[in-house]
């Protein structure tokens, strides 16, 4: 899987640029603020119709224009999808060949990314949500049913959460008509994570041990969200008729898969509190590469893997090893970086200068 295509007007301060690619690796190479992290912003956005950034659409549209386009081309078991958005004040139009998009989901049977932000350090070191956020993304990128699931579990939660908040009287039957659904829904989240989680741990070990180069021992475990072990229906049932009490009080659900928590360790501690910052870039990195890793095999395909400034975030000896890791994998990248480190990337990678929102392609050096 790669991107053959990319095209923006007025996104961001791109106003206008167009490049062409083969699979080889991409570099973006510029100063800060001059427009790299944009183009890997359109190019995500493409792919998932949404932005990393959480940016509303009209943040997205340069500041003088009225609206902005996206194209991309992206071959997948060498067959050709153009996908293509218009975005004009608060209106997102999304067209896949040609046609209207009505579903985003079915944008993951088309193209599948995996990306590192450095807001992507959360994922160590942030809530509890960060790490939620990770994990249901990598299982959303193969598993349609998981998607549902958690769509259909955060709409009741919702409306759980607003009975709970209502007067004096509480109408139980149809608090028992939400139970039934939370545990119904909560059960498919909490089977696709913990399924999901057994078959990365092995590989984000690995990584995290190449990557260290160290005798650090990283070791990870999903905590469910209830307070009861036990078969999870069950255990979901009784959670939540304890709860009831502080709940109501609260006015809102305590306990289930939306109070979950990755849990990661290095060498027995608490990663969020032990781990140095080198430690806790590298979890994310080899969380990365695990994901990319698993879901290569899964989707019989290697998702494009999309690294913004990364070599900031490590040293010289770790950036090698990540590299060489990524290679390992033959994913298409695509790489933003100020210059000022070089990058262990091969020859034939394509490398293009941003300056001031201008896309330029560089010759490759021999």
């Known amino acids: 899987m790669y991107i053959e295509y990319l095209a923006a ?3 961001r301060n791109l106003h206008s640029f167009e490049i062409s690619i083969s699979n080889d690796p991409v570099l973006l190479i510029g100063a800060n603020a001059q427009g790299k992290t944009n183009i890997l912003e359109a190019l995500a956005l493409c792919a998932t119709a949404r932005s990393f950034r959480n940016a509303k659409i009209q ?3 340069a500041s003088d224009a009225k609206h902005a386009s996206l194209t991309a ?3 997948r078991h060498h067959v050709r999808h153009d996908i293509s958005l218009n975005l004009t004040g608060n209106q997102k139009t999304i067209r896949v060949d040609g046609r209207s998009l009505r579903q ?3 944008l993951l049977d088309l193209v ?3 990306a590192f932000f450095p807001d992507d350090l959360r994922i160590a070191k942030g809530s ?7 994990l249901d993304r990598t299982i959303a990128n193969h598993r349609p049913d998981f998607i549902d699931a958690a769509i259909s579990y955060a709409r009741v939660l919702k409306s759980r959460n607003t009975l709970l908040r209502s007067s004096s009287f509480l109408d139980k039957k149809l608090l028992a008509v939400y139970d039934d659904q939370l545990i119904n829904y909560g059960c498919i989240v909490n089977s696709a994570r913990c399924e999901t989680l057994i078959a990365l741990i092995p590989l984000a070990v690995f990584r995290f041990a190449e990557i260290m180069n160290s005798k650090a021992e990283l070791s990870l475990s999903l905590f469910s969200g209830l307070p009861i072990s036990g078969d999870y229906s069950l255990a979901f049932r009784e959670a ?3 709860s009831y009490s502080q709940d109501r009080a609260r006015g809102m659900t305590t306990v289930g898969p939306h109070r979950a928590d990755l849990r990661m360790y ?3 501690r608490d990663a969020r509190q032990f781990a140095s910052q080198g430690q806790q870039r590298s979890i994310v990195l080899s969380l990365k590469l695990a994901e990319l890793e698993y879901l290569k095999s899964r989707l019989g395909t290697t998702p494009i893997l999309l690294l913004d400034d990364v070599s900031s975030e490590l040293d010289s000896e770790r950036t090698l090893s990540f590299f060489k890791a990524t290679a390992s994998l033959g994913s298409q990248m695509w790489v933003s970086t100020t210059g000022a480190i070089t990058l262990p990337l091969p020859e034939s990678t394509q490398r293009f200068s941003v300056e001031n929102g201008s896309v330029n392609r560089l010759a490759i050096s021999r």
């Open 128 to 134: 509890p949500e960060e790490r939620r956020r990770f």
């Open 73 to 75: 081309r992206f071959n």
């Open 112 to 114: 599948n990314i995996v």
């Open 59 to 61: 943040e997205l549209i």
């Open 104 to 106: 985003i989901t079915k």
């Open 266 to 268: 290095i060498d027995g």
């Open 240 to 242: 939540l008729s304890h």
């Open 9 to 11: 007007t007025n996104f």
